[in-house]
């Protein structure tokens, strides 16, 4: 079947002197169908494990779920923008950067993709870890600041752009520190399942997300790579941090109940305020022990008025 996706949105959003052809195009349509499937996989397995347990399942299909739109936009050369290359390169693969104005396309719907999934990626670690909300937020919070600037930077056209990019390595590297030192130390101390969990996927996500910022260099930064390459560069990247990090981490986690990691999820069958070594202390807080409750406000026969 022929891709006619660049033809039918040329100029839609500008058009760019060196920009994805239908080869890039068609790896953005094979990594949608990656992701759009790899989510209904997830929301299958959710039903595997009691709803109280699904957190790490609805995290994970989130992920996939968002990506798989990024992607279908990347692979419809929709959601980017044209920009003047600080860099003009003279061999083949980039030389179109040399035409007209001297553009190239940045997706930046590809950032948008980063901004939803990456703070969800952490939060599936951290959750794992059973980190402290005040260091999941800030870790977040650090993420955030690192897409935001690698997109501030791709938009940049001049060297200014690389003082972005090292806010952006900073912020990464306080990530970093984050998940292998008290990460690993919190996970530990929850067992050896948990944490062989959270190391395994711990160590994919640092591998790869350590690439990253060398995609960045030599695609939006540094304009060495061709948009096509560009495309199986990041797709690569982001199929092993989504898609196999999540079958990683899922699989890993169906033996383990959520609330070994401090995550306790009422479901509505089960009585508010519910006490793991107690699960009668909801009615025995209503009726009393005995189980009678006295209209007058006699409890257990001592008066509450």
Request: charged fraction near 15%.
């Amino acid at each position: 079947m022929v891709n006619h996706a660049i033809a039918v949105n040329n100029g839609i959003g500008g058009t760019s002197d060196l920009q994805i052809t239908s080869h890039g195009s068609d790896w953005y349509w094979a990594a949608t169908a990656i992701m759009a499937t790899t989510t209904f996989f997830f929301i299958g397995m959710s039903f595997t494990k009691p709803r109280s347990d699904r957190i790490f399942h609805y995290i994970t299909a989130a992920i996939t779920m968002v990506a798989s739109i990024a992607y279908f936009s990347m692979a419809s050369n929709l959601g980017q923008t044209p920009i003047v290359v600080e860099f003009h390169r003279y061999y083949p693969a980039v030389a179109g950067a040399n035409l007209g104005d001297g553009t190239r396309e940045i997706f930046y719907v590809r950032y948008i993709d980063w901004f939803i999934t990456t703070p969800l990626l952490l939060l599936d670690l951290l959750l794992t870890a059973g980190m402290p909300w005040p260091t999941i937020l800030y870790t977040i919070l650090l993420d955030e600041i690192m897409i935001v600037t690698g997109l501030v930077g791709a938009l940049v056209r001049s060297r200014y752009k690389w003082g972005y990019y090292a806010f952006g390595c900073a912020a990464f590297l306080w990530i970093v520190y984050t998940l292998a030192v008290p990460g690993r130390k919190h996970a530990k101390a929850l067992g050896s399942d948990i944490h062989k969990v959270y190391l395994s996927c711990g160590v994919l996500t640092l591998f790869i997300w350590f690439l990253y910022p060398v995609a960045w260099g030599l695609c939006e930064g540094g304009n060495v790579l061709h948009p096509d390459s560009e495309a199986i560069f990041y797709g690569v990247l982001d199929v092993c941090a989504k898609p196999i990090f999540g079958l990683m981490l899922i699989f890993g986690h169906q033996s383990i109940e959520a609330s070994r990691m401090g995550l306790h999820i009422r479901d509505y069958t089960e009585e508010p305020n519910w006490n793991p070594n107690n699960p009668n202390a909801f009615k025995e807080a209503k009726y009393g022990t005995n189980g009678v409750h006295d209209s007058d406000g006699v409890h257990n026969g001592v008066s509450t008025a």
